[in-house]
Structures are given as structure tokens and as C-alpha cells.
Nanobody, 114 residues
Framework: QVQLVESGGGLVQAGGSLRLSCATS????????MGWYRQAPGKQREFVAR???????NYADSVKGRFTISRDNAKNTVYLQMNSLKPEDTAVYYC????????WGQGTQVTVSS
């Protein structure tokens, strides 16, 4: 079974940056479209960004121009570079295959203070 492990979250002031990482078990990541998602307290999980195996990306409007998704298939890792962070970016961030969905990892908490 695929395991996803997110890391890199933390507490940062508004305007700051963080880089999240998502490691997968096994050498399968290269075959899938991978996405980042987030869930804020009291809200549903929402899409943030995704990247195809060939490197094509797209983003939620709320993060476009501030976040960058990338992948290193050799390392079975997906990244999310987050710049110009805002308090409304505060959430638990998760990665997953877009289709099919694997069991969700524990996520990584991102807290942006104003």
C-alpha cells in the first residue's frame, strides 16, 4: 500500500515562505499526477496544485503566482514552494495522487501569523 509522508510545515509570519515535501513509499510516483491539498479548521479539504508526470502544472486561483509545485521522480518526492504566505493559507497540507486517491498521510501543519 502506498504511504505518503508530508513534511516541512511550521509557523511563519505573513509574507514568509515555506517549502513542503511529500515522500512516497516505493518507486511509483513518476507514473501519477500528484497534487497538494489543504484543509483549514472547520472547512473541507481543497485542491491547491497538481503536477503531471511530464511537469505540467496548474493551481487554485487562491495560490496562483505564490505557490510552485515540483517533483523529483528519482527521489519519489513532490514539493510545494509557498511564497508570500497569507494568514488564510493556514491549514494542514496533504499530498496525494489525483487519481486514484491513496490513503491520506498525516499532513503537515502550516500556520501563518498576521
Amino acid at each position: 500500500q502506498v504511504q505518503l509522508v508530508e513534511s516541512g510545515g511550521g509557523l511563519v509570519q505573513a509574507g514568509g515562505s515555506l517549502r513542503l515535501s511529500c515522500a512516497t513509499s516505493g518507486s511509483i510516483l513518476s507514473s501519477y499526477v500528484m497534487g497538494w491539498y489543504r484543509q483549514a479548521p472547520g472547512k473541507q479539504r481543497e485542491f491547491v496544485a497538481r503536477i503531471t508526470s511530464g511537469g505540467y502544472t496548474n493551481y487554485a486561483d487562491s495560490v496562483k503566482g505564490r505557490f510552485t509545485i515540483s517533483r523529483d521522480n528519482a527521489k519519489n518526492t513532490v514539493y510545494l514552494q509557498m511564497n508570500s504566505l497569507k494568514p488564510e493559507d493556514t491549514a494542514v497540507y496533504y499530498c496525494n495522487s489525483v487519481v486514484p486517491k491513496w490513503p491520506w498521510g498525516q499532513g503537515t501543519q502550516v500556520t501563518v501569523s498576521s
